[in-house]
């Protein structure tokens, strides 16, 4: 259910429940992806449009957010409240956001760089608060965003352009 707020002709508001629509990819789909071909990301973003539609989660208190990389483009592909946050810091933004409005359902996008290096302290600390709030980490084991430079999470021995 989803309320809206009425006059009452008494100079108040009167909140009326109203049926919620349901939750559907298309009115998820805010833009057109624009990552490399062949790039996992559209994978995430698909199987998180998939997720979002089995839940049914209220559309209005859906919070997308990202850090920087190409993970960060999540926010700008579903419809909805989100933000595109500083390097490294979207932990502490999201965990903001789940401790003073509890009721909403925060969804937090990152890859290895903006959640394992940059924002790996923070990580940490979000981690031993444990608020509510789902972080979705792309590890692909590169910068992918600065042509491949090697990651913490890049195995021993990984060779990149940058990194011969």
Same mark, same amino acid.
């Given at each position: 259910? $989803?309320?809206a707020?009425?006059? /009452?002709?008494?100079?108040?508001?009167?909140?009326?429940?109203?049926?919620?629509?349901? +939750?559907?990819?298309?009115?998820?789909? =805010?833009?057109?992806?624009?990552?490399?071909?062949g790039?996992?990301?559209? =994978?995430? +973003?698909? =199987?998180?449009?998939?997720? +979002?539609?089995?839940?049914?989660?209220? *559309?209005?208190?859906?919070?997308?957010l990202?850090?920087?990389?190409?993970? $960060?483009?999540?926010?700008?592909?579903?419809?909805?409240?989100?933000?595109? %946050?500083?390097? @490294?810091? =979207?932990?502490?933004?999201?965990?903001?956001? $789940?401790?003073?409005?509890p009721? &909403?359902?925060?969804? &937090?996008?990152?890859?290895?760089?903006? @959640?394992? $290096?940059?924002?790996? /302290? *923070?990580?940490? *600390? @979000?981690?031993?608060?444990?608020?509510? &709030?789902?972080?979705?980490?792309?590890? /692909?084991?590169? %910068? @992918?965003l600065?042509?491949?430079?090697? #990651?913490?999470? #890049?195995?021993?021995?990984?060779?990149?352009?940058?990194?011969?």
């Amino acid at each position: 259910m $989803s309320a809206a707020i009425t006059p /009452n002709g008494e100079g108040a508001a009167t909140v009326v429940e109203q049926p919620r629509e349901k +939750l559907t990819k298309k009115a998820l789909t =805010a833009d057109h992806p624009t990552w490399c071909p062949g790039c996992g990301d559209f =994978a995430v +973003l698909a =199987a998180f449009y998939k997720v +979002l539609e089995k839940r049914q989660l209220d *559309h209005e208190k859906i919070v997308t957010l990202a850090g920087i990389g190409c993970s $960060s483009r999540f926010p700008y592909f579903v419809n909805g409240h989100g933000a595109h %946050y500083i390097h @490294g810091r =979207a932990v502490p933004l999201a965990t903001g956001i $789940s401790l003073a409005r509890p009721d &909403l359902h925060v969804f &937090l996008f990152g890859g290895d760089g903006d @959640g394992f $290096s940059i924002g790996g /302290n *923070h990580l940490d *600390h @979000g981690a031993r608060k444990n608020v509510n &709030l789902t972080y979705f980490i792309m590890d /692909n084991f590169v %910068y @992918g965003l600065t042509k491949k430079q090697p #990651s913490p999470t #890049s195995p021993m021995g990984f060779k990149t352009k940058t990194d011969p």
